[in-house]
């Protein structure tokens, strides 16, 4: 892995871990009735994160980023 993903990655596997922490939470820990919305805003928003780090890595942002290094390099010859 080359340097400028470190934190591309970095962000991603805090994305999934969090997401996959809260999961986890709500499974084994009993939420009080006046803190639910807050709880479930926080699943929506963690939720969101996992998506978004998904559709980079496999949707058209990780192609994006192949094509823009391809033509960095042609363009340098």
Known sequence: MNTENIGRVSVSILAIAAFVAYVGAILF????????DVVNTAGGILGGAFVGVINYWIGSSSGSASKDKTITSLSSK
């Open 29 to 36: 820990v009993p939420i009080p009735a006046e803190m639910r």
